[in-house]
């Protein structure tokens, strides 16, 4: 067993891995600590305190780069990277913009925050809408739209822990309950108004015969009629800064 475990260490020198690194991407141990450090349980991120360890930061993020998914990968564990790869990205977007009101300062009159191709995985560069529509919602799970941040407060709130395929299920469901049921709705049986969410992605919500109303339903602490009367928050971009 040492001889196999040497002649692995020997081909990942070889080829430029990390063994050590491919066991532990799919713990996220790294971004789980930073969570715990520097989000409080309303989603709030410290970003000033965390700028001042940036490093840390980019130790996940090139922990991410250097173990992109593949083949061999469950679908849980593509889905968990993607959602901690895109909180993450937008993390390290703000900090290096920091001071500043809202994500939607960053770019210019060209270009915004979301369509800026700034993220590597696996040695390329992708935007975070890249990363959100163009990966993770073609996997069609809505829950993952209440489980990525956008650093703003009236996005779904960033969790006070990482995503693992081990309980990605369970983390998913928690996350769209404690959205549907936050202050970013106001539900009753006969009249909702709703995040902007579910008007700019109501298709996602909607498949497999599901009205928005449905979906809600599903999670929702309130019984709401399939006729409600519905209209849409405001919706603030803000960073959701402590």
Same mark, same amino acid.
Request: net charge negative; charged share 25%.
């Given at each position: 067993?040492? !001889?196999?475990? #040497? !002649?692995?260490?020997? &081909?990942?020198?070889?080829?430029? $891995?990390?063994?050590? #690194?491919? #066991?532990?991407?799919?713990?996220?141990?790294?971004?789980?600590?930073?969570?715990?450090?520097?989000?409080?349980?309303?989603?709030?991120?410290?970003?000033?305190?965390?700028? #001042?360890?940036?490093?840390?930061?980019?130790?996940?993020?090139?922990?991410?780069?250097?173990?992109?998914?593949d083949k061999s990968w469950t679908q849980a564990q593509k889905k968990a990277y993607l959602i901690n790869a895109y909180?993450?990205? $937008?993390?390290?977007?703000i900090i290096d913009n920091y001071p500043l009101e809202s994500i939607r300062d960053i770019g210019g009159f060209f270009?915004?925050?979301?369509? $800026?191709?700034?993220?590597?995985?696996?040695?390329?560069?992708?935007?975070?809408?890249?990363?959100?529509?163009?990966?993770?919602?073609?996997?069609?799970?809505?829950?993952?739209?209440?489980?990525?941040?956008?650093?703003?407060?009236?996005?779904?709130?960033?969790?006070?822990?990482?995503?693992?395929? &081990?309980?990605?299920? *369970?983390?998913?469901?928690?996350?769209?309950?404690?959205?549907?049921?936050?202050?970013?709705?106001?539900?009753?049986?006969t009249d909702v108004e709703l995040s902007k969410i579910f008007k700019w992605y109501a298709s996602d919500f909607e498949?497999?015969?599901?009205?928005?109303?449905?979906?809600?339903?599903?999670?929702?602490? *309130?019984? !709401?009629?399939?006729?409600?009367?519905?209209?849409?928050?405001?919706?603030?971009?803000?960073?959701?800064?402590?």
């Amino acid at each position: 067993m040492r !001889i196999f475990r #040497q !002649i692995i260490l020997v &081909s990942s020198l070889i080829l430029g $891995t990390n063994p050590l #690194q491919a #066991q532990d991407i799919h713990q996220h141990q790294q971004w789980n600590q930073l969570l715990e450090t520097y989000v409080d349980a309303d989603g709030n991120v410290n970003y000033k305190a965390l700028k #001042q360890n940036e490093k840390r930061l980019d130790a996940y993020l090139s922990l991410l780069n250097e173990n992109p998914p593949d083949k061999s990968w469950t679908q849980a564990q593509k889905k968990a990277y993607l959602i901690n790869a895109y909180n993450a990205y $937008t993390v390290k977007l703000i900090i290096d913009n920091y001071p500043l009101e809202s994500i939607r300062d960053i770019g210019g009159f060209f270009s915004n925050p979301f369509s $800026t191709e700034f993220a590597k995985i696996g040695r390329k560069a992708y935007s975070l809408d890249d990363i959100e529509k163009g990966m993770l919602l073609k996997m069609g799970d809505p829950r993952v739209h209440f489980a990525v941040n956008c650093a703003s407060e009236s996005c779904p709130k960033l969790a006070d822990e990482a995503y693992v395929a &081990s309980k990605l299920d *369970e983390q998913l469901n928690a996350a769209a309950r404690s959205f549907v049921n936050s202050n970013k709705n106001k539900l009753s049986r006969t009249d909702v108004e709703l995040s902007k969410i579910f008007k700019w992605y109501a298709s996602d919500f909607e498949t497999d015969g599901n009205s928005v109303i449905k979906f809600i339903n599903s999670y929702s602490d *309130e019984n !709401i009629s399939e006729n409600a009367s519905v209209s849409y928050l405001s919706y603030s971009w803000k960073l959701n800064e402590m």
